[in-house]
């Protein structure tokens, strides 16, 4: 047995899982120089390289938290906190990142712990706020989400003992944050910028992938999760929203995380074999397919009923219907990035 395959858990693993991961840092750190020192052709391509590598980045914490990258689960976790500091995450922990989207597997649902919606519906201004800002494409609700991992420590009870650590995190990259401001609010506002396209990224993605419930908990209650283990209900109500699958080579950009049907089939396929994995288990049957049209149809047209609105619990038959006719109202809120 090689080095290689002792610490990898599948032995074709090393290249397509070393090349994204370097792609992510080296990305991160070259979309960084040329929004700092390039002209400004430069700077809209470093905004877009910066906000590329964060997305490769969220993707390969996909891939840790389902162990297809090490044998050991203490590898994959390291690697997975690193790459949290790309995607602004790390204000939570990694542990509780992977058990909220193991819990998405198992329970067959969407579990969140904040209720945005009431909140909303609770506060009309902020709605009209968050509703019109949707409507510019500012993801408002994942940045909720996000700042919600800075927040919890503080508001919940059982995630106390966090506190120093999200003013430790916050202290490190507030400051960063603040001496790029010194050196370049360009720079700064850019930044910002690919963040918000990294954000969005991961939305349109998620947006299509199921029509799971939203279960209000983060704790066990089994009178909260009806589907729990149910594969029928999980198949029927999951959705493969790849690119280009006449272009494989255009899916790599997401890591092939459009092949959702396939991910759930077998959660620890690696994402370079999932393409191949769609095609042996469904073969020419697009039934779950969403078209890329309709994706791009649906979540235009829905953005701001998005707020308050998902296809959560909808007859599987009626949202393949709505697919076709760019009319269904997709999810939010519910990213793998965020544990709550």
Known sequence: MTTQTRYLRYDDGFWPHTLAVVYAFGGYVAGFALILFASWPGKIAGTLWLAHAMVIAGYMIHECAHNTVFLSARHNARLGRALNWLTGGCYGTYEDLRHK?????????????LDYRGWLLRHPRMLTLTRALEWAYIPVVDIMMHAMLIIAPFVFASKKTQRWRVVRVAAIR??????????????????????????????????????????????????????????????????????????????????????????????TTPWYRLRALHFDTYGDDRRMIVPLKAQLLSFHRRRMDRVLLDAAEEDPAEVARRWRDGTVVGSTGASFLTAF
Do not use: C
């Open 174 to 267: 507030w400051t960063l944050g603040a001496l790029l401001f010194w050196y370049s609010w360009q720079a700064w506002l850019l930044y910002l910028l690919a963040y918000g396209l990294f954000l969005m990224v991961l939305r349109f993605m998620d947006a299509f992938q199921h029509s799971f419930e939203y279960v209000l908990a983060l704790d066990d209650n089994p009178d909260l999760i009806r589907h729990k283990g149910d594969r029928e209900y999980e198949d029927t109500h999951t959705y493969s929203n790849p690119i280009a699958a006449n272009l494989p080579a255009i899916d790599w950009l997401t890591l092939n995380f459009g092949y959702h049907n396939a991910h759930h089939t077998r959660p």
């Open 101 to 113: 989207h193991m819990r998405h597997h198992v329970d067959n649902a969407d579990v969140i712990a």
